[in-house]
């Protein structure tokens, strides 16, 4: 079990480091990099750079907000 462990955790982490890395390179490299240069092509436009994080972190909130109101509502009967 440990060495499944261990590699979800690599693969956790290189996943993490991926995202990390493409998204700071869309946000901070790619505005200064000629609009007409083929790496452009990789990348998704701008505005979505605002929007995927907003929309995630919305539903991330409702999920979160829907599991405390389960468990909130399912420990309330467990006290009756």
Same mark, same amino acid.
């Given at each position: 079990?440990?060495?499944?462990?261990?590699?979800?955790?690599? &693969?956790?982490?290189?996943?993490?480091?991926? *995202?990390?890395? !493409?998204?700071?390179?869309?946000? +901070?490299?790619?505005?200064? =990099?000629?609009?007409?240069?083929?790496?452009?092509?990789?990348? &998704?436009?701008?505005?979505?750079?605002?929007? *995927?994080?907003? !929309?995630?972190?919305?539903?991330? +909130?409702?999920?979160?907000? =829907?599991?405390?109101?389960?468990?909130?509502?399912?420990?309330?009967?467990?006290?009756?």
């Amino acid at each position: 079990m440990e060495l499944a462990d261990r590699a979800i955790g690599l &693969l956790l982490s290189v996943i993490s480091t991926f *995202i990390f890395t !493409y998204y700071t390179f869309w946000v +901070i490299i790619l505005p200064f =990099v000629d609009s007409d240069h083929f790496v452009h092509k990789y990348f &998704l436009p701008q505005e979505y750079a605002i929007l *995927i994080p907003v !929309y995630a972190g919305v539903t991330l +909130i409702c999920f979160l907000s =829907v599991f405390i109101g389960y468990v909130m509502l399912k420990s309330k009967k467990k006290k009756a």
